[in-house]
Nanobody, 118 residues
Framework: VQLQASGGGLVKAGDSLRLSCTASGRAFSRITMGWFRQGPGKEREIVAG????????YYADSVKGRFTVSKDNVKNILSLQMNSLKPEDTAVYYC????????????WGQGTLVTVSS
């Protein structure tokens, strides 16, 4: 699976940003997908996940109520709507995917940088 993330940029605290990720090489509706991030000096962490058909989602506590993950199985696009951004959301954001039944994410995009200024 080839993943391509986009949509990062420099915003101010309180602003919104929408990340997108396209996938190819696998039936989009058969892969579970997620967004991860790695901030400066931090380990990579999962931000949000969504099941193959979009029926179930997961959010890290730090983004609940502010971020929304969605998966369009017609347009083959994974999105992350980020509202009320905070400086601590500054990170490189990665989209990732795994086949249904896999324990770990095995496919990774190249990352897109989100910088939130105070």
């Amino acid at each position: 699976v080839q993943l391509q993330a986009s949509g990062g940029g420099l915003v101010k605290a309180g602003d919104s940003l929408r990340l997108s990720c396209t996938a190819s090489g696998r039936a989009f509706s058969r892969i579970t997908m997620g967004w991860f991030r790695q901030g400066p000096g931090k380990e990579r962490e999962i931000v949000a996940g969504i099941t193959s058909r979009g029926g179930s989602t997961y959010y890290a506590d730090s983004v609940k109520g502010r971020f929304t993950v969605s998966k369009d199985n017609v347009k083959n696009i994974l999105s992350l709507q980020m509202n009320s951004l905070k400086p601590e959301d500054t990170a490189v954001y990665y989209c990732a995917a795994k086949d249904v039944g896999d324990q770990s994410y095995r496919y990774w995009g190249q990352g897109t940088l989100v910088t939130v200024s105070s």
